[in-house]
């Protein structure tokens, strides 16, 4: 256990800290910040990739752990494909990756948000939980939940995830059509 109460002040040990966010995405006001400001990194790498996105083109923004990550690579290892509107974004944990992202990502360019997470990770649950109320928060100001998808990612079911890229890319492509 990482954190802690000290004469009434909340501590923080680095030591047993894995850099998962759980403390960042729990405290509202942002007091708490760690070491090499993850935050404005992900937020950085959002506004570059959707920098890139050309008139008519789509962009799909997936967040990946390490797991997802490898998995993802596995992809093109083994020489299967998805579509050139992935574009993905590799995090230390998804639960890292905060409700201002996702709607800023959409806010910007983002045509969708994939999220993906091992189901063995501790949070899981919780990060499930966490894009139900980004979702719900984001149909709420008028903007189609359904561009927004958490999905399990496992490293030896690499063709699985392709085929989730796939499907997701599809489902975008859809709700475009029919939005215009």
């Given at each position: 256990?990482?954190?802690?109460?000290?004469?009434?002040?909340?501590?923080?040990?680095?030591?047993?800290?894995?850099?998962?966010?759980?403390?960042?995405?729990?405290?509202?006001?942002?007091?708490?910040?760690?070491?090499?400001?993850?935050?404005?990194?992900?937020?950085?790498?959002?506004?570059?990739?959707?920098?890139?996105?050309?008139v008519g083109q789509r962009m799909i923004l997936v967040f990946l752990d390490n797991i997802g990550y490898t998995a993802a690579d596995n992809i093109g290892v083994n020489r299967l494909s998805y579509p050139e509107s992935i574009h993905i974004i590799k995090v230390i944990s998804v639960n890292r990756v905060r409700p201002r992202h996702i709607k800023f990502a959409l806010e910007n360019g983002a045509d969708g948000v994939f999220i993906g997470e091992f189901p063995g990770d501790l949070m899981y649950d919780e990060v499930e939980r966490k894009i139900q109320r980004v979702k719900n928060r984001i149909e709420e100001l008028g903007e189609n939940p359904e561009r927004i998808t958490f999905s399990k990612v496992y490293i030896p079911y690499f063709s699985g995830l392709a085929r989730k890229f796939n499907d997701f890319d599809s489902k975008i492509a859809e709700l475009d059509e029919a939005e215009n």
């Open positions: 256990k990482s954190m802690s109460i000290q004469n009434d002040e909340i501590y923080i040990d680095p030591m047993s800290c894995t850099g998962c966010g759980k403390c960042l995405v729990g405290c509202n006001q942002r007091a708490i910040t760690v070491n090499g400001n993850i935050d404005e990194k992900i937020m950085s790498t959002i506004k570059g990739v959707l920098s890139k996105k050309q």
